[in-house]
């Protein structure tokens, strides 16, 4: 049996409404776990990067400080994040698709500057090798560590959602995506589903409802 639409991750009721709308079948699971830990950090901070709405959550149960008033400037990767830091009163300089043109922004725009990546224990190599390389200081600060839940479907699927790098490995550690069609939120996340399809599409905008609305939308898949 096919289910239409498989999500790597657990989907909030007015997210999965869509999908109910459409009378699609739906199996959903979460392919990793996030766990927040404990960090380390200057006082004041005059340029944070963040790539994930998880950093902001681990420094609110860490560093709560940092939040009202200690971080100058913020750049960020998604629409999500960035909401998430003005919520917070943070003066969002940049908002980018992916951590490459993040990268490549700070590189073009800024020297002689400190940047802290406020990020998890497997992040991605471009963001780091890129502000490297221009004429700025880069300092990692871990702040959550990413989980593999792999799981084995012997009910596959026509669609797959992927929200993260680290969802597709889960993924494919104990599945194949073979004729499905890879629906990703973002291009960081489909440089790695690209390693194992290449029928895939992306997101409008790197928003869970955003990936749902281009599942529900595409047709260009072919059945298992």
Sequence with gaps: MTAQILSTKKLSSAQKQPILDANMEFLEYDAISIK???????????NAIFSSQNAIKSMKKYQKDLLFGNIENCFCVGEKTTSILKENGQNVIKTALNASELANFIQ?????????????????????????????????????????????????????????PSGVQSFIAENNIKNALAVCIGETTASEARKHTSNMVISNETTVESVIEKAIESTSIANI
């Design 36 to 46: 927040l830990i404990s960090f380390k950090s200057p006082k004041f901070i005059q």
């Design 108 to 164: 073009k725009t800024y020297e002689n500057e400190d940047f802290y990546f406020f990020c998890g224990s497997h992040r991605r190599d471009e963001l780091p090798e890129i502000v490297r390389m221009s004429k700025n200081r880069l300092f990692e600060i871990k702040t959550y560590r990413i989980e593999s839940k792999s799981v084995s479907f012997k009910q596959k699927a026509s669609k797959i959602l992927f929200f993260s």
